[in-house]
């Protein structure tokens, strides 16, 4: 059927979901570490469904991993002094 959509999708579309390397994604498949990774064969396959799902869910944490180590926006950061001098320089 034209319209049915595969449940399972191949690495080169994990490699476009994710901005991983091809090696990488199937290094973490071995592991077990990505959700619905299956080799048939000698071809590594995944599931859509728990593919979006974890990404998601890697997302979330990340979000919450930067928000609990994020500078306030007052503090100077490494980066303060070069700002101060593009900025003196700007000025001049």
Known sequence: MPNEVSERIR???VVLKTGLA??????????????????LGSVWTFNR???ARWITQQERQCAVAGAA???????????????????RKLRS
Not at 22 to 39: L, N, S, V, Y
Not at 69 to 87: A, I, K
């Open 11 to 13: 690495i080169n579309d």
């Open 49 to 51: 469904i728990k593919l």
């Open 69 to 87: 180590t994020r500078t306030p926006d007052w503090s100077p950061g490494p980066q303060s002094h070069w700002r101060e001098r593009l900025e």
């Open 22 to 39: 091809k090696r990488t994604i199937q290094k973490m498949a071995q592991r077990g570490e990505i959700p619905g990774a299956a080799k």
